[in-house]
């Protein structure tokens, strides 16, 4: 008998988390896969409606270790080679801080066919949904997008925050609860105003997201107040000082429930 023609995955964004923000076209993979390689990013709402016998959950922690990307890649092509149709469902967009990029690289140097399928990132949509543009005429005419999982301290830091501190851009963090403290001196260090905007989005759009805003001097005690957690977007600017103005009528708010749900609390690297 011969090999299988090599299936096809499809590394698909499942958006942050509302399920009506899904793309059709995810929407229509997530029902046709064979099978659906997810963790836990895409939110309860998206995945507790994948079916059971089609889903591989390989964000799971065994022993408070996480499933190593290695291991991840290794499963896509496997399974790729048996014929079948294969969705690796990430949070957000797949390419932005989602580490689809290496699993692009790997799928192309094992011959495996890949389609990238776009999705709506937290990193715009958590803000969005908030009521904070990321860029707006009068207040911010570029945007950083910037990983908060780094030590600012180090030297190698990858992330320069003096030279985010004099741009002027809104600077959008992800995976940045826990250093919170460390860039947010690190940009007070670097010249910017104390008293500039600052607000937190957990959860946004998931059952429980909470907004939280203060600023630069502040925040810190604000994330402790309303005990933020993963995961949960930073964003610093004038942008975010915007929101107070618009609130009243903001009705994607209703959906705030401020109740913290332990269950879905997570860890804040990139799944
Ligand atoms: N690929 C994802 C980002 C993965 S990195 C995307 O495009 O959105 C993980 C980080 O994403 C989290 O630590 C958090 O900062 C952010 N994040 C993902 N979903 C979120 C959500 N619904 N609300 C707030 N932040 C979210």
């Known amino acids: 008998m011969s090999a299988p023609e090599s299936g096809t995955?499809?590394?698909?964004g499942s958006g942050p988390g509302d399920p009506d923000l899904l793309t059709v076209k995810a929407t229509r993979l997530l029902e046709s896969a064979d099978v659906v390689l997810h963790d836990k990013l895409p939110g309860p709402e998206i995945i507790d409606q994948l079916p059971e016998d089609r889903r591989e959950d390989v964000g799971k922690r065994a022993g408070g270790e996480r499933t190593p990307q290695s291991a991840i890649n290794e499963r896509l092509v496997e399974l790729a080679r048996e014929g079948k149709s294969v969705v690796r469902l990430k949070g957000g967009d797949s390419f932005v801080f989602g580490r689809g990029g290496e699993e692009a690289e790997y799928l192309a140097d094992h011959g495996v066919p890949f389609e990238v399928v776009p999705a709506v990132t937290s990193a715009i949509a958590a803000p969005a949904v908030a009521g904070i543009p990321v860029t707006h005429r009068d207040h911010a005419s570029s945007v950083s997008f910037v990983t908060g999982h780094e030590d600012p301290t180090k030297d190698e830091s990858a992330v320069d925050w003096d030279a985010l501190a004099a741009t002027g851009s809104t600077i959008v963090v992800l995976?940045?609860?826990g250093r919170l403290p460390?860039?947010?001196q690190a940009l007070r260090e670097a010249g910017m105003n104390p008293e500039t905007p600052v607000a937190l989005i957990e959860r946004?759009?998931?059952?429980?997201?909470q907004v939280a805003t203060g600023t630069l001097e502040s925040i810190v005690d604000v994330r402790d107040e309303h005990d933020i957690s993963p995961?949960?977007?930073t964003v610093i600017g004038e942008?975010?000082?915007t929101r107070e103005g618009v609130l009243e009528f903001l009705v994607n708010e209703a959906n705030d429930t401020n109740d913290a749900n332990e269950a879905t609390k997570q860890t804040e690297e990139e799944d």
């Open 175 to 177: 995976m940045g609860v």
């Open 9 to 12: 995955v499809y590394l698909v």
């Open 182 to 184: 460390d860039y947010t």
């Open 231 to 233: 995961p949960a977007v």
């Open 204 to 209: 946004g759009t998931w059952p429980g997201q």
């Open 239 to 241: 942008v975010a000082g």
